[in-house]
Structure formats: C-alpha cells, structure tokens
C-alpha cells in the first residue's frame, strides 16, 4: 500500500494506476496465474512453517473504499502533470 500512497516517481504511480491500489501479492513470473480464469494469488504456503497464509495484502482497500482512493490518485497524477506542463511555459 505504501507504493500506492507515496510513490517514489510519476512513472510508478503511473504503473500502479493502470490496475488500481493493489489489493493481492502479484508477481507475474514469481506467482504466474494459470489460464483458467483466476485472477490473483489467494494464499502463501511457507515451506519452513507448512504455514499457509492470505496473500491480501496488509492496509489494501477494496470496495468504495478502493475506488475513491483510485479516484484521488489520479487526480494526483493529473496534478503532476499540470505542474509539468506549467514549468516548461
């Protein structure tokens, strides 16, 4: 969550913003997702514990919640490139 709320650079907050705030962990090569339809990893199995954990990922939002986030980091995003566009008038 931190990465969706204070983004190192335009270019990661970018990135983050085409999908959303991220609400699972998500690797495409590490946790590739099979052909079938699923569309996130739901759990961690931990080989050392035979623990297996929830792959939410701590703080994420969902529902409205989610949304209105979205919505103001977009305008973030909007902002900064308005700022952009000012510096080189």
Known sequence: ???????????????????????????????PLPDNGDTHVVALWFSSTNEEKSAKLHGAVEGDEREKLWSELKELLQAMEDDKDEVRD
């Open 1 to 31: 969550m931190k990465g969706v709320q204070e983004p190192d650079c335009k270019a990661e907050l970018r990135r983050l913003l085409a999908k959303g705030p991220p609400i699972w962990v998500e690797d495409k090569y590490g946790f």
